[in-house]
């Protein structure tokens, strides 16, 4: 079966959602930099007159998108004055999955406009227009040639399904007792895993270069390790990455970037306070996949159970790093 | 102050729910030759050769947008394969305002995506791509010349807002009892009605003049007279609204066409079941906007007495008929 029918972050502005808790914060702003140089790059190499068409793959809701899409606006701002060319509207679209909570975003967008326009609104109009295309990132998403920029941010680890062969011949789970490797995960577990990321990994750049148009530039932002639980999920490392985009084709790779964020809060001395604040983001994230697979009664305990865990960890000072991978890809095309 | 913040259908699935109910779908169903036959002349005009760019203005959510989507697309692919052409991609989006449950919609489309498809899903992918577009029509919503079809059923008679002079200098409401124009309506309640609606409309045909492609055709389908309650809502006539074309000036008229629909269930007999249906029906739609205005604890036994009443109307065998305007418009450019 595959994950898209039931995976996506928790919904609304509840304590425990995905709105009011995701590191991906800290992780857009370390990674902004990067994102600011391909766009740097992508102007410098010549501007549609009309418009510039940007797509968020696995956008999710609340304020990390519109992060993403204010820094880039304001990039394409700043790089067309410049240069003092005339600044293209910007057609974009948020990507995730059907289930994704859009009408969050949406309201989230529309109550925050005048901000991503800057003053430039009420003067001669929008310039940003902003779209939901729900879809998986495994399928098409947009028509042929279409897109000048696509950024991603802690997506394509999601897999498609959860690997096949992670139960033996006559049926019996290879993994037992646990849902992701771990340290005493049987070798084809890993395998199952890896070959699950190669084919899934090869299929988004495949269906992106479709989408892409020549010379248009790919953001990606990967995880690359924080070894909690998880199904449908991988992360890969550097060089997994690399060789899944250089079998494929497509693309150039025109940065790679590794680093690590303590993902505690760093202002917050009290360890409890600073293990539920770990433990609600990861909660944010896993809690819609864990429900669907384990049932809802199970939720509090486990979560309970696990920020116990999780401040015990950061008591023994331990820290809780989460490494991470930042990608920018040319489509290839004319130098 | 204006009614995007407000102004909605009924959400979700419940039994007075907008996707459970509403009228559109027959009027939908009357006006498919003449949205058959926009797309016609538009295809006969000459197809872009990669991606079809279609707005559905006023989209709401459940399965009426989805069955416009479907007419245009059925009919792009018929005349594609009379003419002998290749069939563009077709890049679809569904606007509505921020409040629209744009979450249902998405919902409804995948679950019906092969339906859509029809056979080409899975043979070379997906070929008509789905988009949310967040926003009010009294705005720019897409860039610059990016449009080649406009559709909107049923949404342009809703106002950007009250219309201001209702109320008398010393600040007395001077259509006191009433939330719409009624037979005994002081003259000055229908001209500020009919002003607004010139500015309103003004505006929404010069926003889809930038916004459409020159040659591009629009295709409105507009509710004449529904004498029931409403508030920032005007029925224009065909004079009124032919007026308004004209002297904006960016479209000529290519097909205009009225036509009556007795709204109550045919097939219904039973005169309670009947006007029970009706009665939903205008709920689904009013709702929101009584429920904001008024409070939520009316609501019930609002809707009650406005179903005795409209049962006593159809016991008296009176029809419920709503009229209705079918406009294509064609963006002027080169003939």
Same mark, same amino acid.
């Given at each position: 079966?595959?994950?898209?029918?039931?995976?996506?972050?928790?919904?609304?502005?509840?304590?425990?959602?995905?709105?009011?808790?995701?590191?991906?914060?800290?992780?857009?702003?370390?990674?902004?930099?990067?994102? &600011?140089?391909?766009?740097?790059?992508?102007?410098?190499?010549?501007?549609?007159?009309?418009?510039?068409?940007?797509?968020?793959?696995?956008?999710?809701?609340?304020?990390?998108?519109?992060?993403?899409?204010?820094?880039?606006?304001?990039?394409?701002?700043?790089?067309?004055? &410049?240069?003092?060319? $005339?600044?293209?509207?910007?057609?974009?679209?948020?990507?995730?999955?059907?289930?994704? +909570?859009?009408?969050?975003?949406? $309201?989230?967008?529309?109550?925050?406009?005048?901000?991503?326009?800057?003053? /430039?609104?009420?003067?001669?109009?929008?310039?940003?227009?902003?779209?939901?295309?729900?879809?998986?990132?495994?399928?098409?998403?947009?028509?042929?040639?279409?897109?000048?920029?696509?950024?991603?941010?802690?997506?394509?680890?999601?897999?498609? /399904?959860?690997?096949?062969?992670?139960?033996?011949?006559?049926?019996?789970?290879?993994?037992?007792?646990?849902?992701?490797?771990?340290?005493?995960?049987?070798?084809?577990?890993? %395998?199952?895993?890896?070959?699950?990321?190669?084919?899934?990994?090869?299929?988004?750049?495949?269906?992106?270069? $479709?989408?892409?148009?020549?010379?248009?530039?790919?953001?990606?932002?990967?995880?690359? %390790?924080? +070894?909690?639980?998880?199904?449908?999920?991988?992360?890969?490392?550097? &060089?997994?990455?690399?060789?899944?985009?250089?079998?494929?084709?497509?693309?150039?790779?025109?940065?790679?970037?590794?680093?690590?964020? +303590?993902?505690?809060? %760093?202002?917050?001395?009290?360890?409890?306070?600073?293990?539920?604040?770990?433990?609600?983001?990861?909660?944010?994230?896993?809690?819609?996949?864990?429900?669907?697979?384990?049932?809802?009664?199970?939720?509090?305990?486990?979560?309970?159970?696990?920020? /116990?865990?999780?401040?015990?960890?950061?008591?023994? %000072?331990?820290?809780?790093?989460?490494?991470?991978?930042?990608?920018?890809?040319?489509?290839?095309?004319? $130098?």
């Amino acid at each position: 079966m595959g994950v898209k029918e039931f995976l996506r972050m928790s919904n609304g502005e509840r304590d425990t959602s995905y709105a009011q808790n995701s590191f991906n914060r800290s992780v857009i702003s370390t990674a902004k930099p990067i994102l &600011e140089k391909a766009i740097e790059d992508l102007v410098n190499e010549g501007l549609p007159s009309n418009v510039l068409t940007i797509a968020d793959l696995g956008c999710a809701f609340g304020p990390n998108t519109f992060t993403v899409i204010t820094t880039i606006k304001r990039k394409v701002e700043k790089m067309c004055n &410049e240069l003092g060319v $005339k600044q293209p509207e910007l057609q974009v679209f948020l990507n995730d999955l059907p289930g994704n +909570d859009f009408n969050s975003t949406f $309201k989230f967008f529309f109550k925050n406009y005048q901000q991503l326009e800057g003053e /430039r609104i009420g003067e001669d109009g929008k310039k940003c227009f902003i779209a939901g295309a729900p879809g998986s990132f495994y399928e098409r998403l947009f028509p042929l040639n279409s897109l000048h920029l696509v950024h991603s941010c802690y997506s394509a680890h999601w897999l498609s /399904r959860v690997p096949p062969g992670l139960t033996s011949e006559v049926g019996i789970p290879i993994n037992r007792g646990k849902i992701y490797i771990s340290n005493t995960s049987p070798s084809p577990v890993s %395998k199952a895993y890896l070959e699950q990321f190669q084919e899934d990994f090869t299929s988004f750049i495949k269906l992106r270069s $479709k989408e892409l148009i020549l010379n248009a530039r790919m953001g990606l932002i990967e995880e690359e %390790k924080l +070894d909690s639980f998880n199904v449908p999920y991988y992360t890969a490392s550097c &060089e997994e990455i690399q060789e899944v985009i250089d079998k494929e084709g497509s693309f150039d790779t025109k940065q790679l970037v590794t680093f690590a964020l +303590d993902i505690g809060d %760093k202002e917050e001395t009290n360890m409890q306070v600073k293990g539920g604040k770990v433990a609600k983001n990861i909660r944010s994230v896993s809690e819609p996949l864990i429900s669907h697979h384990f049932g809802h009664e199970i939720i509090e305990p486990l979560y309970e159970k696990f920020t /116990r865990l999780v401040i015990d960890h950061m008591v023994k %000072k331990l820290p809780i790093e989460l490494v991470s991978i930042a990608i920018t890809l040319q489509r290839k095309g004319w $130098k």
